[in-house]
């Protein structure tokens, strides 16, 4: 009977929705551990962004035991920022701990959300650059640009539809974030030359 049918996916519905909320719930732990993790990145605290990434890492492998045998619910918006926002977050600290980039299955997330969350990280270490440039650490804040120009060429190699993984979008945010900061970079550059020049003239 159709009310039997009916019934048999209301079961299913149900468990899927006590499901949803559960990964929810873990998403949103998710998102918020990488960002305290990137917070204290930039505080130079990198023993608590560690735990915070050790944290993330069990919350990461908790979702995947969860959502892995329901693709419809795990290739979905708020699982995919949550995995973002983790990537984000391991290899801004990769990058400032000078330890290798994880890959995507290293990390327990898809490839497509792995590239998404590289362009993300272009966001962060264009905030690291500023807070070297307002140290006047010039030096150290070229690398950094250097850095996010190999990352934006890297990027700029991928050519795949929206329906697979929305990187064009992540490019155009980059080649923005890329030209301010040489921009940044040449203005500091030129600040600092003429205080030289200034310097000795004075001393003159």
């Known amino acids: 009977m159709l009310s039997e049918i009916i019934d048999e996916i209301r079961n299913v519905l149900d468990e899927k929705d006590l499901l949803r909320e559960e990964a929810l719930k873990i998403t949103r732990e998710i998102v918020r551990l990488s960002g305290d993790s990137i917070k204290a990145l930039h505080r130079g605290d990198i023993e608590t962004a560690w735990e915070r990434i050790e944290k993330v890492k069990e919350k990461i492998e908790m979702l995947n035991e969860k959502l892995l045998p329901h693709p419809d619910l795990y290739f979905t918006g708020y699982v995919q920022n949550a995995h973002q926002e983790f990537v984000e977050a391991v290899l801004f600290y990769s990058y400032l701990t000078g330890s290798g980039f994880p890959s995507p299955k290293e990390l327990g997330v898809p490839e497509s959300n792995y590239l998404l969350g590289i362009g993300d990280l272009i966001g962060e270490l264009r905030r690291h650059f500023l807070l070297l440039l307002m140290e ?27 329906g697979l993984v929305n990187i064009r979008q992540k490019q155009d945010q980059a080649r923005y974030i890329v030209e301010r900061t040489l921009e940044d970079l040449t203005r500091a550059k030129l600040t600092k030359s003429l205080e030289e020049k200034l310097n000795k003239a004075i001393k003159m």
Do not use: D, F, G, H
């Open 136 to 162: 006047n650490k010039i030096e150290e804040a070229q690398n950094v640009y250097e850095t996010m120009s190999r990352i934006y060429e890297e990027l700029m190699t991928l050519e795949y539809p929206k």
